[in-house]
Every structure is written in C-alpha cells, then in structure tokens.
C-alpha cells in the first residue's frame, strides 16, 4: 500500500482540497493506476514463493534504497535528500515510521503468502475508519455525527468477523494501525518531506535490518532468490521498482487531486484484493464473513458521503468568503 496518508479521509477537508484543480483528468488517470498496482500486489508476492516473508521484506527494502538512490541520481535530488539527513527531528521522525511501514510490509507479505489475501483487504478497508479513531484520540479531532455512526458500523463488523475466523481479525488490524499509525507520523513532517526523499530515507534506516536478515537467512535456512528459478529471480530482483513506481504515481495524483476524490480512489486497492483472494485464489467466504464484510462497506459508504459533503461544504464556505472580499466596503 501508498507510502502516503494523504489519501486517508478524516476531519471536514480544507477549501483546497475541496475544489478542483487543473489536471484533475490526469491526476485521476495517476491515482487508478497507483492504486491499480498495489491492487495487485497478491499475485507479485506470490511470484516470490517459496521466500518467506522476511526475505520478501528485506529484499524489498534493500532494492527499494537502491532504486532510490538511483531516482535520486537522475533527478538531481541529492542536495535536498542531504538537507533533510541533516535534519535530526526530520530524520527521527522518518526513523519512527520506517519501523511502522516495516511491520505493515511484513504483515501483509505474510497474509499473502499463507492465503489470507482476504483479511488483508479487510485491513485497507478498515484503514480510513482506524484513521479517523486515531483524529479522536491523538490529535484530539471532533467528528461529526456521521463519522461516529461509520465507527459503530465498523465496531460491529469486527464483532461479526471474529466470531467468524473464531478470532480476533489480528492481521486486519495490524495492517489498518500500523498503516494508520505511519500516516499520522508522516503528518508531523508533511509537506517538508516528498515521497521520494521519504521513502529514501525510511528505507535507508531499515537497510542494517534487512542486510542483517538477509544474512542470517543465508547462514542458517538459505536464501531462495537465485535458487528458485529464473522468474522467481527476476520478480525478486524488481521488488525495489515495484515497491517505488505506485508511490511516485501516487504522488504525482496527490499534488492535481482534490482530498475528497483522492480519498475515494483510495478504496480501488483493497476492492482489488478482495477480488483476487475471492476470485483467483478461492479463499473461503463463508455467510457470515460475507455479513461482516458488508458492515465494513456501509461503513465506508457513509463515510465517503460525509466527507464529500463536507469537501463541498468548504468549498462553498471559501467561495463565499471570496465574494464577500470581492464586494467589501472600498
């Protein structure tokens, strides 16, 4: 999923991102095909069987920072890259959410490669919901009626589903928080801070971790990458461009799309991988999963209506605010 939380929905929206802007038909075009490939990230991961989670996960991050460095390199980013290394607060605070991205990518590595592509869309569709819990009780938000009843509806689908896997949904919810979690980070640097130098330097934190797996998985079990076969290599080996191409997309759709329809693209994914956990791979469905699931749509449902009306609500509030300055006493 997006190294980004822009996408999330949550609080009433500010004017900007309410009203359109020029290139809003590319940007659209930018944000289905982001979410579009996450939306298959099922069907790479399972390229890279017979690795296990934590070699998928190190070898993206360590492919990740070389591509970076390479993207660095031919956009000529390496002054601005050095001036946020030199930034302790930036870099303690990439530090932070480096290590929550790397729960969040070895969670659902794991989902994937042991069948449960199913409950890991159930966490994406949870995403916006834990975002909106976490307004309330990390930055203090107030929510409107709406989202509160968007809540209860999602409390209840999780009832529902863990009486269902006879479980708590662990992996759902490790996937929704500590995506959750990471956005609300990531806010702390905003705009300071742009995808490609974040995931630079997140990647760049994570790489003595991965090295360090990598190399005991080579001391003791084994690598796969190389031993499996030409495609499994080769999948293996793009896991640094897969890991990175989404997110630049999604930055790019980011900066010509207004929140409201950002945040709606964002459910694109999740969809995807419901689909492929149902359709392709045959996970089970039985009636009751599919009540709880339904539960989590309604909830989603109300909360995409309350913050399209809330995105239009501002911007009718900014343009009356520019008519007013417009007709003012001269």
């Known amino acids: 999923m997006p190294d980004d939380d822009s996408a999330t929905p949550r609080g009433a929206g500010r004017a900007a991102d309410a009203v359109p802007v020029r290139g809003t038909g590319t940007g659209i075009l930018l944000a289905v095909v982001a979410y579009g490939l996450w939306g298959v990230l099922p069907l790479f991961f399972l390229l890279l069987a017979p690795a296990g989670a934590v070699e998928v996960v190190a070898w993206r991050i360590v492919l990740s920072l070389l591509f970076c460095a390479v993207l660095v390199t031919v956009t000529r980013s390496w002054p601005r890259l050095l001036e946020l290394l030199r930034d302790r607060g930036v870099m303690l605070t990439l530090g932070i959410a480096g290590l929550l991205i790397l729960v969040n990518w070895l969670v659902y590595v794991f989902a994937t490669l042991s069948g449960q592509v199913v409950e890991a869309a159930l966490g994406y569709f ?3 919901i834990v975002t909106v819990l976490l307004g309330v009780f990390v930055l203090r938000e107030r929510l409107r009626i709406a989202q509160w009843v968007a809540i209860g509806i999602s409390a209840v689908a999780v009832i529902v589903l863990a009486v269902n896997y006879g479980r708590v949904p662990i992996i759902a919810l490790a ?88 945040g709606l693209s964002q459910y694109l994914a999740p969809i995807m991988q419901f689909l492929i956990g149902v359709a392709v791979l045959h996970e089970a469905m039985p009636p009751a999963r599919w009540a709880g699931f339904a539960l989590v749509w309604i909830a989603l449902i109300v909360l995409t209506i309350d913050m399209f009306a809330a995105s239009r609500a501002a911007a009718g509030d900014a343009r009356g605010r520019a008519t007013g300055d417009a007709v003012g006493p001269v």
Not at 193 to 211: M, Q
Not at 229 to 234: A, D, I, N, P, Y
Request: aromatic content about 6%.
């Open 126 to 128: 949870t995403n916006p």
């Open 175 to 262: 996937l929704a928080f500590s995506f959750g979690l990471y956005g609300l980070i990531k806010k702390r640097v905003g705009a300071r801070v742009d995808a490609l130098s974040g995931l630079t330097i997140e990647t760049l934190w994570l790489s003595p971790l991965a090295g360090g797996a990598l190399i005991a998985i080579a001391a003791t079990s084994g690598l796969t990458t190389g031993t499996a076969g030409l495609t499994q290599t080769l999948a293996m080996l793009s896991a640094g461009v897969v890991t990175a191409v989404p997110l630049l997309l999604f930055a790019g759709a980011a900066r010509r799309l207004p929140l409201a329809y950002l």
